[in-house]
């Protein structure tokens, strides 16, 4: 089997190397594309709300994710407080917005993922990591030397930095973001982030130069990018065009195209959000990824 990444930049050293770096970027964050500036080491708050310490809000084998992250054991889930997005229509929306959770400690944190790897998890899946990378690397590092040997998931909403994307190379085995929106009005109503598509695109290269197409062994991924895309209200045309980037990526891209949108959080605030999709809508989103040439779905 794949031996996860990061565990030889663990014996190396340069685990620690690199959460030096993102430690430098929290004096001043730049941990995503808002660079918001502020001393988090001093415990201010962005655009997020994080401060320093990483926030939990829950810790267990999941198994409504994809089926190649599931198996038989599900997949080791750790879902974080606070988030740079935002969405207004967030299906986790007390997490997201309201910070539902706990401040844990660096060793907490590592004794999760030991935790979920005696319970038989598959990998460790971060979900809403990009804030709190630089705790997750000081984590890792503990839990490395601890015995952690799963693939690790970093389950993003997309809007990255490219930086930290780059320092988190022979780190993270499994990138998993979202592609929301091809259209910067849209995602500039509902996420306040009119760049998201522009900065989607050059991250998601840099993670598949990094990782390739998913590779599973036994059914299981193991390594590789694989994108989820959540179809919207009226987005059939964003859609298509989020389609062809990724087919312009590979044509061997894993794409998850999720049916399951229903209003939450803020959505009633937006009457075009305000409902569920419809059976054409998502056929439609799911026929012209085949048109366009993907081939591999969950």
Same mark, same amino acid.
């Given at each position: 089997?794949?031996?996860?990444?990061?565990?030889k930049?663990f014996?190396s =050293?340069k685990l620690r190397?690199k959460r &030096?770096?993102?430690r430098q %970027? *929290?004096?001043a964050c730049r941990?995503c594309?808002r !660079?918001?500036?502020?001393?988090?080491?001093?415990g201010e708050?962005g655009f997020?709300?994080a401060?320093?310490t990483?926030?939990?809000?829950?810790y267990?084998?999941?198994?409504?994710e994809?089926?190649c992250l599931v198996?038989e054991r599900?997949?080791?889930?750790i879902f974080?407080a606070y988030c740079?997005?935002?969405?207004?229509?967030?299906q986790?929306?007390?997490?997201?917005?309201?910070?539902r =959770?706990?401040d844990?400690?660096?060793e &907490?944190?590592a004794?999760? %993922? *030991?935790?979920?790897?005696g319970r038989?998890?598959? !990998?460790?899946n971060?979900v809403?990591?990009?804030?709190?990378v630089y705790?997750?690397?000081?984590?890792l590092?503990i839990?490395?030397?601890?015995?952690?040997?799963?693939?690790l998931?970093?389950n993003?909403?997309g809007?990255e930095?490219?930086e930290v994307i780059?320092?988190l190379?022979?780190?993270v085995?499994?990138y998993m973001?979202d592609?929301?929106?091809?259209s910067?009005?849209k995602?500039d109503?509902?996420?306040?982030?009119?760049?998201y598509?522009?900065?989607?695109?050059k991250v998601?290269?840099?993670?598949?130069k990094?990782v390739?197409?998913?590779?599973?062994?036994n059914?299981?991924?193991?390594?590789?990018l694989l994108v989820?895309?959540l179809?919207?209200?009226?987005g059939?045309?964003?859609?298509?065009?989020?389609?062809?980037?990724?087919y312009g990526?590979?044509k061997?891209?894993?794409?998850n195209i999720?049916g399951?949108?229903?209003p939450c959080?803020q959505?009633?605030?937006?009457?075009?959000?305000?409902?569920?999709i419809t059976?054409?809508?998502?056929?439609q989103?799911a026929?012209?990824?085949k048109?366009?040439?993907?081939h591999?779905?969950d």
């Amino acid at each position: 089997m794949m031996k996860p990444l990061y565990l030889k930049d663990f014996e190396s =050293g340069k685990l620690r190397e690199k959460r &030096e770096k993102l430690r430098q %970027m *929290l004096s001043a964050c730049r941990l995503c594309p808002r !660079n918001c500036g502020v001393d988090r080491l001093a415990g201010e708050a962005g655009f997020c709300g994080a401060r320093a310490t990483a926030r939990v809000s829950s810790y267990f084998p999941h198994f409504g994710e994809e089926k190649c992250l599931v198996g038989e054991r599900g997949s080791g889930t750790i879902f974080f407080a606070y988030c740079n997005l935002k969405c207004a229509f967030c299906q986790n929306y007390e997490i997201s917005h309201l910070a539902r =959770g706990r401040d844990i400690s660096e060793e &907490e944190l590592a004794s999760f %993922m *030991l935790e979920l790897q005696g319970r038989g998890c598959h !990998n460790i899946n971060l979900v809403t990591p990009t804030h709190f990378v630089y705790n997750i690397l000081g984590a890792l590092e503990i839990a490395a030397e601890k015995g952690l040997n799963l693939p690790l998931v970093y389950n993003c909403g997309g809007y990255e930095s490219e930086e930290v994307i780059k320092v988190l190379e022979g780190v993270v085995d499994i990138y998993m973001p979202d592609a929301k929106f091809a259209s910067g009005k849209k995602s500039d109503l509902f996420c306040m982030a009119p760049d998201y598509f522009e900065n989607f695109k050059k991250v998601v290269k840099i993670m598949y130069k990094q990782v390739g197409d998913l590779r599973l062994e036994n059914g299981i991924a193991r390594r590789g990018l694989l994108v989820r895309h959540l179809v919207m209200p009226g987005g059939v045309e964003d859609s298509a065009l989020i389609m062809k980037f990724l087919y312009g990526i590979s044509k061997g891209t894993f794409v998850n195209i999720m049916g399951q949108y229903h209003p939450c959080g803020q959505a009633h605030k937006f009457a075009e959000i305000n409902r569920r999709i419809t059976v054409e809508e998502y056929s439609q989103v799911a026929l012209a990824a085949k048109k366009i040439g993907l081939h591999r779905f969950d």
